[in-house]
């Protein structure tokens, strides 16, 4: 099985992701929470279903949205390419499987499709992480082997599975010690019956001697409850009355006192509204005094309060005057920025006056033409400045360049003319010269052969490459159209029409004649004519060279000297030449100069008449004209910025005097002299203030006397309504002053107090449950303390009796009802052999189920003593080659249901005694080999989870080179979240993930 493509519609963090074209080995990588476990688990759903909300495993249900499930896509050996979706629906996800012929199936078909494997067996086989590695280390040789049988067998871990139901069924059965199973609790319950079987006869005799005793019991029971009933009766009524007998006593006293008080007619609560009323009239007398003399107050203060006329009258335009006075600050801080200004312009205009020199008067610059026409002539009279300037510098340079090139020509041409042959020794050479031509002639003629050879063989070549491509097509077309026509002629044949079979059969004949006998010319055979002419031709050129040869070497050292005789004639003739050319050079130089000094005498002429308008010194001629005429035009602008500052200071100046004089005005009406106009400011704000103020007091004054002499009013009234509600009490209670009130209301609260104490108990007695009659009885009766002794020494003498039978009772329902549970000996003996019966087929039923275990366990035996070696075997070479043969062998310890290790020099470790590294390496060796052995046909794929991390390099590096050569047989799913790990693994297998939520 190959898992091609995985489609996650939704699960945990994930929505709408497909990783496509997964290799043999293919590798996820990804930091902490990019989904590898993720992924790992949905792998997982998909096959073998969704975890369900019992379980412990994660469901990573989306919380985002409500998508859940996706699918795989796999390709298998029986079924070739399928497709296993699922999605949300029952406990385990709703799944369909999706053929390539588009046939759909359901849980049942992929149940087959995994060979009745489920999830918790393929965790344990092919899909492991660090954790699940690690824990591999618990299983032992039986496991080991049981694990093979059952793949080897069933293709699943079914027979694991039957061996664990026999045994539990076995165990619910019987077990040696137990007490709880079938066959124990049986065999126990027989021997009770056993024993009660003897018993029954012995137990038949008493029976009826204990029902005849009971009976007797149970009558004196009755009688004693009877008396003990009448004796809990005297016992209360006589508790009660002792109980209420102070009570009756206290009645009759308070009745008699009652009816000396008589009846007393007082008002409810008299004495308490008294006391509030004497009070408030004491406080309404005492604010009636203080609001007098508050008023009394209020009219002197009022007297003592005047307002200025000066103030009422001007006080709209005093508030203006103290309004602007924010103005006059602004107006004094802006005659400070345009001092300050104006000496800074002042500054300015001096600083140019002196860079210009300018001497006449500052205001004659405003008479000064600045206009464009003038500022565009300055222009183009510094540019012609700028340009001339620029050509005598040119003209230097190619004065100096000049000069010095004609120097070196003369230098040059004496020292050719010295170093030439003279004239008798030049002729010699020229003559030794004309031999040696007729050599040069064969050279040259020789290169031209040679390039002419070379030219033939390379359209050889082409040619005969051309000839080849052009016979290959028409073969190719002249197949093609014969076929066509053979094609047409079986077709007409068939159709039995003579004319056209004729015409095809015509055309194929002549098509086939012009095909061979009508081709075109070859013209190879005239290439290779004229390329053996050339090379004949070539061969006698180098005859002819062999033989002039040996003349080659007296002529070589005077033919040098007269070529080298030439070349210095050459190179005279060639520096004559320059030396003429640079004397022309040098004049025209001289020519140029003589027209720049008139031009710039004319410039110069332009430029003094100008300075001597603006009337600054003539050096100035000598400076750049436009900065000197920029430097003129700022002057300008300076001064025009100097003379609207002084007309801005003249107005701004003007303006606070005349506020300043409104201010000292007012300040002298109200008969202040202040300095300043900011202590005159003060002063008006103080004194409008004043008047505000006393504005408000005088308000308040009036409002406080208006209320004053309501709040009089109202305690006045008050009062009287006060004393009018004592008079009121006193009318009610009959009396005529205050102490006459006091003594009777001590009189009527007396009568109050026993009226409630009668109450009181006049309403315990009406609880108690002795009344009227009977209570009178007993109050004849002569009852004390010892009755209720007495009474209760004969309640404990009935319940010792009652005790003593309800215990006899007791004993003898219990020997009744065991005789009558045991039932008689013949029904004892029936149920006993009953049992027996019932356990010999249970027995039976064990004894089937002990023998197929017993078949089982010798089937896995032998199973393992075939299959295991050879796990083993396969798990030694691949531990072997991950520790690059440090290792050599793997043993089963049978003692401890361990791993044994041996090493290379023959040692002997337990898998606890190595590093924690090499044991993993020894658990990804037997998962590997078990692998092997699973399901060869169809090999499942391995899911792999970082379980590598305790690998040294060396070792992790032999790791996936294994897994590499296992992806072969089976593919290889490895998820990673170290980088450095993605060096062993080629682009194309690798899918990188990024972090889950920006996520």
Same mark, same amino acid.
């Given at each position: 099985m190959r898992i091609r493509e995985i489609y996650v519609y939704g699960y945990g963090k994930m929505e709408n992701e497909?990783?496509?074209?997964?290799?043999?080995?293919?590798?996820?990588?990804?930091?902490?929470?990019?989904?590898?476990?993720?992924?790992?688990?949905?792998?997982?759903?998909?096959?073998?279903?969704?975890?369900?909300?019992?379980?412990?495993?994660?469901?990573?249900?989306?919380?985002?949205?409500?998508?859940?499930?996706?699918?795989?896509?796999?390709?298998?050996?029986?079924?070739?390419?399928?497709?296993?979706?699922?999605v949300k629906g029952k406990a385990t996800g709703d799944v369909s499987v999706t053929f390539e012929n588009g046939e759909v199936a359901g849980e049942e078909i992929l149940n087959n499709i995994l060979h009745g494997m489920d999830k918790a067996y393929y965790q344990s086989i092919f899909s492991f992480d660090l954790q699940g590695l690690q824990g591999l280390h618990m299983l032992g040789e039986g496991e080991i082997g049981k694990y093979l049988l059952s793949a080897g067998l069933v293709g699943n871990d079914r027979i694991l599975d039957a061996e664990g139901s026999l045994q539990k069924e076995l165990d619910l059965r019987f077990k040696p010690s137990g007490q709880k199973p079938l066959l124990n609790s049986q065999m126990k319950q027989l021997k009770v019956l056993q024993q009660n079987m003897k018993h029954s006869g012995d137990d038949q005799l008493n029976y009826n001697e204990l029902q005849n005793g009971l009976k007797e019991i149970g009558e004196k029971l009755e009688e004693l409850k009877q008396q003990f009933q009448v004796n809990e009766e005297q016992l209360f009524y006589t508790g009660e009355y002792l109980r209420i007998k102070p009570l009756t006593k206290e009645q009759t006293v308070l009745q008699s006192r009652l009816d000396r008080l008589g009846d007393q007619v007082f008002p409810i609560d008299?004495?308490?509204?008294?006391?509030?009323?004497?009070?408030?009239?004491?406080?309404?007398?005492?604010?009636?005094?203080?609001? *007098?003399?508050?008023?009394?107050?209020?009219?002197?203060?009022?007297?003592?309060?005047?307002?200025?006329?000066?103030?009422?009258?001007?006080?709209?335009?005093?508030?203006?005057?103290?309004?602007?006075?924010?103005?006059?600050?602004?107006?004094?801080?802006?005659?400070?920025?345009?001092?300050?200004?104006?000496?800074?312009?002042?500054?300015?205009?001096?600083?140019?006056?002196?860079?210009?020199?300018?001497?006449?008067?500052?205001?004659?610059?405003?008479?000064?033409?600045?206009?464009?026409?003038?500022?565009?002539?300055?222009?183009?009279?510094?540019?012609?400045?700028?340009?001339?300037?620029?050509?005598?510098?040119?003209?230097?340079?190619?004065?100096?360049?000049?000069?010095?090139?004609?120097?070196?020509?003369?230098?040059?041409?004496?020292?050719?003319?010295?170093?030439?042959?003279?004239?008798?020794?030049?002729?010699?050479?020229?003559?030794?010269?004309? *031999?040696?031509?007729?050599?040069?002639?064969?050279?040259?003629?020789?290169?031209?052969?040679?390039?002419?050879?070379?030219?033939?063989?390379?359209?050889?070549?082409?040619?005969?490459?051309?000839?080849?491509d052009q016979l290959s097509k028409k073969r190719g077309i002249f197949s093609f159209i014969s076929l066509i026509l053979l094609g047409l002629s079986f077709y007409s044949i068939l159709t039995k029409q003579t004319i056209l079979t004729f015409f095809f059969v015509v055309a194929l004949v002549a098509i086939w004649i012009g095909f061979f006998f009508f081709k075109e010319k070859h013209t190879l055979a005239d290439d290779i004519r004229r390329l053996s002419e050339a090379k004949e031709k070539r061969a006698s050129i180098e005859k002819e060279e062999s033989q002039t040869r040996s003349m080659e070497y007296e002529s070589d050292p005077a033919l040098r000297l007269l070529e080298q005789d030439r070349e210095l004639e050459r190179l005279i003739a060639n520096e004559a030449f320059k030396k003429e050319e640079r004397e022309q050079a040098f004049d025209d130089v001289i020519h140029d100069f003589e027209t720049w000094e008139s031009s710039w005498k004319t410039v110069q002429a332009e430029a003094m008449t100008i300075v001597k308008i603006w009337g600054i010194p003539d050096e100035a001629i000598e400076h750049d004209l436009e900065e000197v005429f920029g430097l003129l035009e700022k002057l300008k602008v300076k001064v025009e910025e100097r003379n609207v500052i002084r007309k801005n200071n003249e107005y701004i100046h003007s303006e606070i005097q005349n506020r300043k004089k409104t201010l000292f005005y007012y300040t002298g009406e109200l008969g202040e002299y202040p300095g300043t106009w900011q202590e005159a400011l003060t002063i008006l704000k103080r004194a409008l203030n004043d008047l505000f103020e006393k504005k408000i007091q005088l308000k308040q004054h009036v409002e406080e006397?208006?209320?004053?002499?309501?709040?009089?009013?109202?305690?006045?009234?008050?009062?009287?309504?006060?004393?009018?509600?004592?008079?009121?009490?006193?009318?009610?209670?009959?009396?005529?002053?205050?102490?006459?009130?006091?003594?009777?209301?001590?009189?009527?609260?007396?009568?109050?107090?026993?009226?409630?104490?009668?109450?009181?108990?006049?309403?315990?007695?009406?609880?108690?449950?002795?009344?009227?009659?009977?209570?009178?009885?007993?109050?004849?009766?002569?009852?004390?303390?010892?009755?209720?002794?007495?009474?209760?020494?004969?309640?404990?003498?009935?319940?010792?009796?009652?005790?003593?039978?309800?215990?006899?009772?007791?004993?003898?329902?219990?020997?009744?009802?065991?005789?009558?549970?045991?039932?008689?000996?013949?029904?004892?003996?029936?149920?006993?052999?009953?049992?027996? *019966?019932?356990?010999?087929?249970?027995?039976?039923?064990?004894?089937?189920?002990?023998?197929?275990?017993?078949?089982?366990?010798?089937?896995?035996?032998?199973?393992?003593?075939?299959?295991?070696?050879?796990?083993?075997?396969?798990?030694?070479?691949?531990?072997?080659?991950?520790?690059?043969?440090?290792?050599?062998?793997?043993?089963?310890?049978?003692?401890?249901?361990?791993?044994?290790?041996?090493?290379?020099?023959?040692?002997?470790?337990?898998?606890?005694?190595?590093?924690?590294?090499?044991?993993?390496?020894?658990?990804?060796?037997?998962?590997?080999?078990?692998?092997?052995?699973?399901?060869?046909?169809?090999?499942f794929p391995l899911i792999i989870d970082d379980s590598f991390v305790n690998f040294d390099s060396k070792r992790t590096g032999n790791t996936i080179a294994l897994l590499a050569k296992i992806s072969e047989q089976r593919q290889i799913i490895f998820f990673t979240c170290h980088e450095h790990l993605l060096n062993h693994f080629s682009q194309g297998s690798l899918t990188y993930l990024s972090r889950i939520n920006g996520q």
């Open positions: 497909r990783f496509t074209n997964l290799t043999e080995l293919h590798v996820f990588f990804g930091k902490n929470e990019a989904g590898k476990s993720t992924i790992m688990s949905f792998i997982h759903s998909i096959l073998f279903g969704f975890p369900t909300k019992v379980q412990n495993e994660l469901r990573y249900e989306p919380k985002m949205h409500a998508k859940y499930g996706g699918l795989l896509i796999v390709a298998t050996k029986q079924y070739g390419e399928i497709r296993i979706e699922r008299g004495l308490k509204r008294l006391e509030q009323l004497n009070s408030l009239l004491i406080q309404h007398e005492a604010k009636q005094v203080s609001l *007098q003399q508050q008023y009394q107050e209020l009219m002197t203060g009022k007297e003592k309060m005047a307002l200025s006329p000066f103030l009422e009258e001007h006080k709209e335009s005093i508030e203006t005057a103290i309004e602007s006075s924010a103005l006059l600050e602004q107006l004094e801080l802006d005659k400070h920025k345009e001092d300050k200004a104006l000496e800074l312009v002042s500054k300015e205009i001096d600083n140019l006056k002196d860079d210009l020199s300018f001497k006449n008067h500052v205001e004659a610059i405003l008479q000064l033409d600045f206009s464009t026409f003038m500022k565009e002539k300055i222009r183009t009279l510094a540019q012609k400045k700028r340009v001339l300037r620029n050509e005598k510098e040119q003209l230097d340079e190619r004065y100096k360049l000049v000069k010095g090139r004609l120097e070196q020509s003369e230098l040059r041409l004496e020292e050719l003319n010295c170093r030439r042959l003279p004239k008798e020794q030049r002729l010699k050479l020229e003559t030794a010269k004309d *031999q040696r031509q007729n050599k040069q002639y064969h050279i040259v003629k020789k290169e031209m052969l040679d390039e002419q050879i070379a030219d033939l063989e390379r359209n050889y070549k082409v040619q005969e490459k051309k000839e080849r006397e208006t209320k004053t002499m309501v709040e009089l009013e109202n305690h006045k009234s008050e009062k009287d309504y006060v004393i009018g509600q004592i008079q009121e009490l006193y009318n009610k209670a009959n009396v005529a002053d205050e102490d006459d009130f006091r003594e009777k209301a001590l009189r009527a609260e007396e009568r109050l107090q026993l009226l409630s104490q009668l109450k009181l108990v006049v309403m315990q007695l009406e609880q108690s449950r002795l009344q009227g009659k009977q209570l009178t009885e007993y109050m004849g009766m002569d009852i004390s303390k010892y009755t209720i002794e007495n009474l209760e020494a004969i309640r404990n003498e009935i319940t010792s009796r009652q005790s003593t039978l309800l215990e006899k009772q007791s004993d003898w329902k219990h020997r009744i009802k065991q005789l009558e549970e045991g039932g008689l000996y013949d029904d004892r003996m029936h149920q006993f052999h009953e049992a027996r *019966q019932v356990f010999n087929e249970d027995a039976k039923d064990w004894a089937k189920y002990a023998v197929a275990r017993s078949l089982l366990n010798q089937t896995i035996d032998t199973f393992k003593k075939e299959r295991l070696p050879s796990v083993i075997n396969k798990a030694e070479e691949y531990f072997s080659y991950l520790t690059d043969g440090q290792y050599s062998r793997i043993f089963l310890n049978h003692d401890t249901e361990g791993f044994t290790v041996q090493r290379s020099d023959h040692l002997m470790f337990d898998v606890n005694e190595v590093s924690r590294g090499t044991a993993e390496q020894i658990y990804v060796a037997i998962r590997l080999a078990l692998a092997d052995h699973t399901f060869k046909e169809d090999p």
